[in-house]
Nanobody, 124 residues
């Protein structure tokens, strides 16, 4: 089965950038669409972005459009989330999860095998 591990989080100032990585093992990632999600304590997990299995389709929640870019390198079995112009409200634990596609209800927060994620903190 496919296993995904997130990395790349850290502490950045407002306006800064981070690139998160989602490394796959157990199966090739090219069979799956991949969604990025985030969660803060006391709030439900939120869908942030999604990329189709080939990279031909991407989806973003309105709050990150123009600032975040999801990409993938199937040869490296990895998916990335480039986060630019970061805001304090972007502070959260970020997770990646496999999806059948980026159409329909890809952002369902109750679907997925959630690991530890990676912490992103945006603060001055």
């Amino acid at each position: 089965q496919l296993q995904l591990v997130e990395s790349g989080g850290g502490l950045v100032q407002p306006g800064g950038s981070l690139r998160l990585s989602c490394a796959a093992s157990g199966a090739t990632v090219d069979r799956y669409a991949i969604g990025w999600f985030r969660q803060t304590p006391g709030k439900e997990r939120e869908g942030v972005a999604c990329i189709s299995s080939t990279g031909g389709t991407t989806k973003y929640t309105d709050s990150v459009k123009g600032r975040f870019t999801v990409s993938r390198d199937n040869a490296k079995n990895s998916v990335y989330l480039q986060m630019n112009s970061l805001k304090p409200e972007d502070t959260a634990v970020y997770y990646c999860a496999a999806r059948a596609s980026c159409t329909g209800y890809w952002y369902n927060p109750r679907v997925g095998s959630w690991g530890q994620g990676t912490q992103v903190t945006v603060s001055s």
